[in-house]
């Protein structure tokens, strides 16, 4: 389920008896800066 939130890049709660218990969600660094904020994630072909 880590990987698969990880991936996904999106929650997955995780519930208890139809119950929601926790809430397992990618862990994302934020930008100290807007400038590169969307290196990784542009292609330039």
């Given at each position: 389920?880590?990987?698969?939130?990880n991936?996904?890049?999106?929650?997955?709660t995780?519930?208890?008896?139809?119950k929601?218990?926790p809430?397992?969600?990618?862990?994302?660094?934020l930008a100290?800066?807007?400038?590169?904020?969307h290196?990784?994630?542009?292609?330039?072909?």
């Amino acid at each position: 389920m880590m990987d698969e939130a990880n991936l996904a890049g999106k929650e997955i709660t995780i519930t208890k008896n139809g119950k929601p218990v926790p809430i397992l969600k990618p862990y994302r660094t934020l930008a100290q800066t807007i400038f590169g904020l969307h290196k990784d994630r542009i292609n330039s072909n």
